[in-house]
């Protein structure tokens, strides 16, 4: 299984604030990465996909980037409803896998 | 835009077998695969495993001997049984769609039902 890895666990930071959230892959996943948000009580939600694809509707400060092995989720201006928790998902290879996920809080 | 629906009691004893029930809505189930991942309390994300309209199914092995996926075309519905169920089965099950064309991401989702395994 490739195992993914996100640091960090938690974080806190205020609105206006630039946030990077990393995931490494225990082996190469090429470009097959997503992003997902979720809020409490709800189910995850696409953000972006193949490492860098904004999906439809996602506002343009959330941005991926990565190859490989490193990827990034980066939020550039944040906003209140942007406090969440934030997965990777590997699509390279069977079983599709989730990093721990990264826990964003207000500062 | 595709609609789930998860379905089934929300209390198990263990050693027992989960049922669960997805109902797709809004959209065709005869492309893509059709997918469960759940999410223990306070926890990450599990996948579970997914199939297509053909039948093509992938498990995740941690689970792969007590699972079974299946998908009834015919009226819209995935369906998930998980036999002899421990405390370490507990979780909000979802039913995704996961987009084997474009994205190769779970590009929607139902809210979850929460399954309780306890005597």
């Known amino acids: 299984d490739i195992q993914m890895t996100q640091s960090p666990s938690s974080l806190s930071a205020s609105v206006g604030d630039r946030v990077t959230i990393t995931c490494r892959a225990s082996?190469?996943?090429?470009?097959?990465l997503n992003w997902y948000q979720q809020k409490p009580g709800r189910a995850p939600k696409i953000l972006i996909y193949?490492?860098?694809s904004l999906q439809n509707g996602v506002p343009s400060r959330f941005i991926g980037s990565g190859s490989g092995t490193d990827f990034t989720l980066t939020i550039v201006s944040l906003q209140f409803e942007d406090f969440a928790t934030y997965y990777c998902q590997q699509s390279y290879s069977n079983p599709r896998t989730f990093g721990q996920g990264t826990k964003l809080e207000s500062k | 835009q595709v609609h789930l629906q998860e379905s089934g009691p929300g209390l198990v004893k263990p050693s027992e077998t989960l049922s669960l029930t997805c109902t797709v809505s809004g959209g065709s189930i005869d492309s893509n695969y059709w997918t469960w991942i759940r999410q223990p309390p306070g926890k990450g994300l599990e996948w579970i495993g997914y199939i297509d309209f053909s039948g093509s199914i992938f498990y995740n092995p941690s689970l792969k001997s007590r699972l079974t996926i299946s998908l009834d075309t015919s009226r819209n519905r995935l369906s998930l049984r998980l036999n002899s169920v421990s405390a370490a089965d507990t979780a909000v099950y979802f039913c995704?769609?996961?987009?084997?064309?474009?994205?190769?991401?779970?590009?929607?989702w139902g809210q979850g039902t929460l399954v309780t395994v306890s005597s």
């Open positions: 082996q190469s996943i090429n470009t097959y």
């Open positions: 193949s490492a860098s």
């Open positions: 995704a769609r996961y987009d084997s064309t474009s994205t190769y991401s779970f590009d929607a």
